[in-house]
């Protein structure tokens, strides 16, 4: 492994235990966890979609994070799940390189759309007359086609930099899939200006965001706090606080990622750190904004009565 050099065609993953039955146990909780997220947002996309009532700025943002979510989950759990039931740790340098540039463009959209919609909680509490001008259909998707072609930017340029580096200390990636940090750790090229470009963009885009989404809020909770009718301030609040779980959900797992210390050796507490960040946020994020949205819920019961019905009229039809 010490000899390799930039011919490396391949890396091997991290497994996720070096037992067997563990391994394959495993591999099955973290496919339930992506079945349950994956049908979760879609579930949150079909409803947003077909429901009229949820044709608003609102749900249009949240229905865009949910397709992104669907995605983010697919990209890492998949593959690892299907190489541990197969025991095949080697994804080719091609595979690696296309993981990072789904992965950070994911992760990029998602913050992003996260920022967008702390924009639209802010207009429609603190200006809501001018609320149908400002967060206009156009708008909207404006906001939203900036995020996905600033992120294939974003994604293009930290890959293209990744991978123009020479891999010569080892093909061991200390994940089960793969990530820049990882791939740093491997390199023996200079990664200082890899490390700069990193951190220019966490300062620019991260702090950014956050400082605009914080600004947001503390006008928000100002406006909120001065309405005369407390049944108005728990109405405002009620949209707000799901926002601002899964604002808070998706930089703290990001951050507890990143922030930790540099490990060369395998371990299942590496396994633990990248679920908190490639899994957890998506799986939880329709459960958060369904728990907590009347609407949702609402449109949720008129979809089961509606396949209830559907399938009672198929079943007499069938019987007749």
């Known amino acids: 492994m010490s000899n390799l050099t930039i011919s490396t065609t391949e890396f ?7 037992t067997r039955e ?13 079945s349950a997220g994956l049908m979760g947002n879609l579930l949150i996309v079909i409803i947003t979609t077909i429901d009229r009532r949820l044709h ?33 740790r080697i994804i080719s340098v091609t595979g690696c390189a296309t993981q990072i540039f789904l992965l950070v463009w994911m992760a990029y959209v998602e913050y992003t759309l996260l920022t967008v919609m702390a924009r639209d909680r802010y207009v429609a509490i603190c200006h809501p007359l001018l609320y149908p001008m400002i967060m206009n259909p156009r708008a909207c998707m404006q906001m939203t086609l900036t995020c996905l072609f600033t992120g294939l930017l974003y994604a293009g340029l930290h890959t293209g930099l990744t991978f123009q580096l020479s891999f010569c200390n080892s093909n061991v990636i200390h994940q089960f899939f793969c990530d820049i ?8 090229s200079e990664t200082f200006y890899n ?9 620019v885009v991260g702090v950014g965001c956050f400082a605009f989404i914080t600004a947001s809020y503390i006008r928000i909770f100002s406006t909120v706090l001065r309405f005369p009718v407390k049944e108005d301030q728990r109405k405002a609040f009620s949209t707000c606080i799901p926002h601002i779980i899964v604002v808070s959900l998706f930089l ?13 050796s395998e371990s299942i507490k590496d396994i633990i750190i990248s679920v908190f960040y490639s899994i957890i946020p998506p799986f939880l994020n329709p459960i958060i904004y369904s728990l907590r949205n009347k609407q949702i819920k609402e449109a949720v019961q008129k979809l089961i009565i509606l396949q209830l019905f559907i399938m009672k009229l198929c079943f007499l039809k069938c019987i007749s």
């Not at 865009?64 to 190489?83: G, H, K, M, Q, Y």
């Not at 940090?181 to 023996?188: A, D, G, I, N, R």
């Not at 490390?195 to 300062?203: E, F, T, W």
């Not at 703290?252 to 060369?264: C, G, K, M, T």
């Open 56 to 88: 608003t700025p609102m749900y249009f943002f949240i229905r865009n994070l949910s397709i992104v979510d669907a995605c983010f989950i697919s990209i890492t759990v998949p593959p690892a799940s299907i190489n541990a039931l197969v025991n095949n």
């Open 22 to 34: 563990l391994q394959i146990l495993y591999s099955f909780l973290f496919f339930l966890i992506y």
């Open 181 to 188: 940090p990882s791939l740093l750790k491997l390199s023996c």
């Open 252 to 264: 703290i797992s990001i951050s507890y990622v990143h922030l930790q210390p540099p490990s060369d």
């Open 12 to 18: 091997l993953l991290m497994e996720f235990s070096d």
């Open 195 to 203: 490390m700069g470009s990193l951190l220019a963009s966490v300062l």
